[in-house]
């Protein structure tokens, strides 16, 4: 079974910047599109950003669009997050979410990572 496992979280401040990274346990030769979702005490699980299987193809949530950047790197099956110019309200867990096929839908999400904290103190 595919395993997602992330990487990189950790406390920072206020404007500092994050690199997440999600690494697939088995390389499997299929195609998946990719997603950062996190979560925040008390509150619902969000979309953060979604990236297509070529990695031509992104979209991010309002909150994040500008200063978070998706990313992949199928030759090593990674999936990247690059957070900048961090606030507060970026405290979240944040897992990797898998869909099989070349196009992120969000309809039907094969995997899920546990997650990554990150933590940004004012």
């Known amino acids: 079974q595919l395993q997602l496992v992330e990487s990189g979280g950790g406390l920072v401040h206020t404007g500092d910047s994050l690199r997440l990274s999600c690494a697939r346990s088995i390389r499997t030769g299929s195609r998946y599109a990719m997603a950062w979702f996190r979560q925040s005490p008390g509150k619902d699980r969000e979309f953060v950003a979604a990236i297509n299987w070529s990695g031509v193809d992104t979209y991010y949530a309002e909150a994040v669009k500008g200063r978070f950047t998706i990313s992949r790197d199928n030759d090593k099956d990674i999936l990247y997050l690059q957070m900048d110019n961090l606030n507060p309200e970026d405290t979240a867990i944040y897992s990797c979410?898998?869909?099989?096929?070349?196009?992120?839908?969000?309809?039907?999400?094969?995997?899920w990572g546990q997650g990554t904290q990150v933590t940004v103190s004012s």
């Open positions: 979410a898998a869909e099989y096929g070349p196009t992120w839908t969000g309809r039907l999400i094969d995997y």
